[in-house]
């Protein structure tokens, strides 16, 4: 953090930064979780062993939530537990949005999905009302309600370790939010867009309080 705040005095001496950091958004102290950022080849690696995974008949739809829901998170920047807590009626497959109800910014938001993975969730739609055609939830267990945290949590690990036994890094759910917010800057810098400009945008597609 220190390495940072000196890069920014740096550039602020220069006259080349302006978007301007509050102190609370740089931690002075305490241990902070740094998220892991897959490359684009691990997370390929990673949905590929999604996909492997076998149908077990005490959930006849956890193979295909698995394969759906770590995506949906990915491709759409959402918080594990947006993702998770989702309703049938919060996905709009006609119109292509997702409806994100309150969260930690005490705030709704609705967001587009790209094509693919509008196509993706109709898929997923389709095998959703045969299976559980009463559910509320767009990613049911087999109790009706949704998944855990810790469900979530604990087959990325597996997962993960399938793709890349080798690996000891130590991933997280959020951090395929990370990765979203990572490739989304990075594209808007090889385009050439005026980064600070496009903060904001950014900041309400993922739902920020404050783009800081």
Known sequence: MSAIRSFINYLDARGEYSYGFDEYAIPRSGRRYTPYIFSDAELLELFRAAD??????????????????????????????????????????????????????????????????????RDYQHILRQVYPESRYFFPGSDGKA???????????????????????????????????????????????????????LSAYMGHSEYQ
């Not at 939530?65 to 491709?75: M, N, P, Q, S």
């Not at 996905?91 to 969260?103: A, M, P, Q, Y």
């Not at 989304?184 to 090889?190: A, F, G, H, Q």
């Open 52 to 121: 492997r995974t076998s149908p077990i008949k005490r959930s006849p739809l956890r193979h295909e939530v698995i394969r759906t829901i770590y995506r949906l998170i990915y491709f759409c920047g959402l918080r594990p537990t947006e993702g998770r807590l989702l309703f049938r009626e919060d996905v709009n497959t006609d119109e292509g949005t997702l409806l994100i109800r309150k969260n930690k910014a005490r705030r709704e938001r609705l967001i587009p999905m790209s094509e693919d993975v509008c196509e993706m969730c």
């Open 147 to 201: 998944y855990s945290a810790e469900w979530l949590q604990v087959n990325l690990k597996k997962l993960w370790k399938t793709a890349h036994p080798e690996s000891r890094a130590r991933v997280r759910v959020y951090d395929l939010r990370h990765k979203f917010a990572t490739v989304s800057l990075m594209r808007l810098i090889d385009s050439g867009t005026d980064i600070n400009s496009a903060f904001p945008y």
